[in-house]
């Protein structure tokens, strides 16, 4: 059981957009820590996205974008490519005094139809 | 450019200990922090711990104070030891240099190296 939720899976048609939702709760998202995310190709290493909430490490397109809310993250990818197809990860801090400084979501799996 | 390359062995047996290396070039293990992420096949990323530039660590309390992770500046790697070893840790392990704590995403990965927990 992750302590960030993400849905399994999402899908959507190439050019439209879709988003994946990361769920927290006070002791991390809605503690105001920031979210990251991850973009992992099958059989490579994860790869950042996206750093503190909604900025884009350099060569990332700026169809990928992030937000927060309260105790929930969004990324948003638009105009959606065969190439998006991958398993992203949601990150952040948490400050549970029994749990890990450094938690992750399940993870969600990017179908392009 | 930052580049990181995890090594060892890919078969551990049960009960002993897993020891990995990550050697680490265009960096100073010396400043920020390094990390070590482990991904169990077909799951999720689970954070194993970190050395920070002091040489303090941090580890995941899931682990149960199994693992333990310390540094060589000399040579520019750290190094990952987990002890009594089960099937459950099976897994791709992944060194990573996290960016600070709190700000604590991982800008740099190794490629992975797959540790294979079986007699």
């Known amino acids: 059981q992750s302590v960030l939720t993400q849905p399994p899976s999402v899908s959507g048609a190439p050019g439209q957009r879709v988003t994946i939702s990361c769920t927290g709760s006070?002791?991390?998202?809605?503690?105001?820590?920031?979210v990251h995310w991850y973009q992992q190709l099958p059989g490579t290493a994860p790869k950042l996205l996206i750093f503190?909430?909604?900025n884009r490490p350099s060569g990332v397109p700026d169809r990928f974008s992030g937000s927060k809310s309260g105790t929930s993250a969004s990324l948003a990818i638009t105009g959606l490519q065969a190439e998006d197809e991958a398993d992203y990860y949601c990150?952040?801090?948490?400050?549970?005094?029994?749990?890990?400084?450094?938690?992750f979501g399940g993870g969600t799996k990017l179908t392009v139809l | 450019q930052v580049q990181l390359q995890e090594s060892g062995p890919g078969l551990v047996k049960p009960s002993e200990t897993l020891s990995l290396t990550c050697s680490v070039s265009?960096?100073?293990?010396?400043?920020?922090?390094w990390s070590w992420i482990r991904q169990a096949p077909g799951k999720g990323l689970e954070w194993i711990g970190h050395?920070?530039?002091?040489?303090?660590?941090t580890y995941n309390p899931s682990l149960k104070s199994r693992a333990t992770i310390s540094a060589d500046t000399s040579k520019n790697q750290f190094s990952l030891k987990l002890r009594s070893v089960t099937g459950a840790d099976t897994a791709v392990y992944y060194c990573?240099?996290?960016?600070?704590?709190?700000?604590?995403?991982?800008?740099?990965w190794g490629q992975g190296t797959l540790v294979t927990v079986s007699s």
């Open positions: 990573a240099r996290q960016w600070a704590r709190y700000n604590n995403y991982f800008d740099s």
């Open positions: 503190d909430t909604n």
């Open positions: 006070s002791s991390n998202i809605g503690a105001l820590y920031d």
């Open positions: 990150q952040s801090y948490d400050t549970s005094l029994t749990g890990s400084d450094v938690v």
């Open positions: 265009g960096a100073s293990v010396s400043n920020k922090y």
């Open positions: 050395i920070r530039d002091l040489g303090s660590t």
